[in-house]
């Protein structure tokens, strides 16, 4: 088991799901990235509705519903790590949102 606690960041990417990258869902070649690079994990969160900057609602419910959901990509780890996956971010989110915040570790388990 490991433990970690202490400062690190939260890495937040706001996106439609429906946007591609070299053939692939954009948020998919995100979490396949911080893989890549070591991160210590990334979790997409599928929205039922939602808008950005085109403020265009995007839907879930029957009657309206979209092609393009609303998703955040989290990743929490170290400001190293971060940093490492930001030019990747910078290169593939074309449209979104990105944002990071300090956050404090509590605690972190990897039963291995």
């Not at 690190?8 to 946007?19: D, H, S």
Request: glycine fraction near 10%.
């Amino acid at each position: 088991m490991v433990k970690i606690s202490g400062k690190a960041r939260r890495l937040r990417v706001y996106l439609g799901e429906a946007g591609k990258y070299k053939g692939v869902p954009v948020y998919h070649a995100i979490v396949l990235k911080a893989k890549e690079l070591g991160l210590a994990g990334a979790t997409v969160f599928h929205g039922v509705e939602g808008f950005g900057a085109n403020s265009r609602i995007k839907t879930s419910r029957v009657l309206e519903l979209s092609n393009d959901l609303p998703l955040v990509i989290d990743i929490v780890d170290s400001i190293e790590y971060i940093e490492k996956i930001m030019p990747f971010l910078d290169e593939i989110v074309t449209e979104g949102l990105i944002t990071i915040e300090d956050v404090e570790i509590i605690k972190y388990t990897n039963k291995g």
